[in-house]
């Protein structure tokens, strides 16, 4: 028992000469749990929903009325149903709300007319909400008005409920849980291949004395930045693909079988991007326990935060600013854009060049970090 408390404290004392290992290990939980508590629902709120009320009635304003006081949509009003379906597939809604001209004249014949609602099926999160809490439409307060019975008619039949709710999934109609996740997987993936392995590189290097040893060689700095983060940008491009096939043969995933060019394009921003990162936390760490824990730090709340299981819109308005500084956000919605929602290159150029941004800056980051840190 002695020599296990020895060697406990030992390690306590190779703790304490690593003051900034410290700080990590007691600051970034603490802020984490702040972050999530504040930021993660299982519930949404208050996520964009397109509407088109051609029946412009007493009655479909208490549809209305109904969806926007349970508190998970925020209504907005479009041309036609065509505009509801492409704003969902751009990302500007999450869901969408289509009442026909005749929903009154239907009420008033008690034929049950159809309300139609449409939801974003690349979102896991919405698809549940919606299967859990379509009911409260149909509610008795929203449709007790909405019976009529004319005392003279023979025979009338009053259908159980004055309307119908009539949801369609859009992009996955089977509701697969491994397309809702299998796209964002494969950028977690190649974020932990990329970010841990390149930001590990050089600290290794370091601790093993031989650093010095690289600088001295004929080398160029530059060379020395290339032939350290190469092996790695190989290691991801191929690990991105292979995912990608293997996902589309074990789970059917949707491929393109044609067009890669915006595939290629997301791939190498999105890993020229972590790679640069990496790197740059890789000059600012003294060990490769440091350079390992600030690489979690940013996993985790990039998996979190960036719309990948929860909605960004969903997450409090001082959150959000946090989810669009995290590469991950842009990766998410372009791979589901292409892979599930069928969207062009030019659909989603916003996020493609938010996307470039950010391997710009974290290259310019990383190579004037990675100069200093050799000077």
Avoid: C
């Amino acid at each position: 028992m002695k020599l296990i408390l020895a060697m406990a404290k030992k390690e306590f004392l190779q703790l304490r000469r690593d003051p900034r290992l410290i700080g990590f290990i007691l600051f970034f939980p603490v802020l984490l749990m702040i972050l999530f508590g504040l930021a993660l629902k299982l519930e949404p709120e208050n996520v964009r929903m397109a509407y088109v009320d051609n029946d412009q009635s007493l009655f479909s304003n208490l549809i209305k009325t109904s969806i926007w006081s349970e508190g998970y949509f925020t209504l907005y009003e479009v041309d036609n149903e065509a505009a509801i379906i492409r704003d969902i597939q751009l990302g500007k809604a999450r869901a969408g709300l289509f009442i026909s001209s005749t929903f009154s004249a239907a009420l008033f014949e008690n034929s049950q007319p159809s309300v139609q609602m449409y939801v974003d099926g690349t979102m896991p999160s919405l698809a549940t909400a919606m299967d859990n809490n379509k009911h409260s439409i149909t509610d008795d307060s929203v449709t007790n008005d909405m019976y009529f019975l004319d005392p003279d008619a023979d025979n009338v039949v009053i259908p159980p409920d004055p309307f119908v709710l009539d949801v369609e999934v859009l992009f996955n109609p089977d509701k697969k849980e491994t397309w809702f996740f299998l796209p964002g997987v494969v950028g977690v993936l190649i974020m932990q291949v990329s970010l841990i392995l390149t930001a590990t590189a050089v600290v290794r290097e370091k601790e093993n004395n031989t650093l010095e040893q690289l600088i001295a060689s004929p080398l160029s700095k530059t060379g020395f930045i290339a032939g350290k983060i190469l092996p790695y940008v190989i290691i991801a491009f191929i690990d991105f693909y292979l995912i990608l096939l293997l996902g589309a043969w074990l789970f059917d995933l949707p491929f393109p079988a044609t067009n890669q060019g915006p595939l290629f394009l997301l791939a190498l921003a999105y890993v020229a991007g972590l790679i640069a990162l990496g790197v740059a936390i890789s000059t600012i760490s003294q060990t490769q326990q440091q350079a390992i824990f600030l690489s979690i730090f940013f996993l985790i709340p990039s998996i979190l935060l960036s719309g990948f299981i929860f909605p960004v819109e969903a997450m409090p308005g001082y959150i959000q600013p946090v989810s669009w500084l995290l590469p991950f956000t842009y990766f998410v919605e372009i791979i589901r854009g292409l892979l599930l929602k069928g969207n062009s290159m030019s659909d989603l150029v916003v996020d493609y060049l938010a996307l470039l941004g950010f391997a710009t800056v974290f290259t310019w980051l990383s190579i004037v970090r990675f100069r200093k840190y050799l000077d």
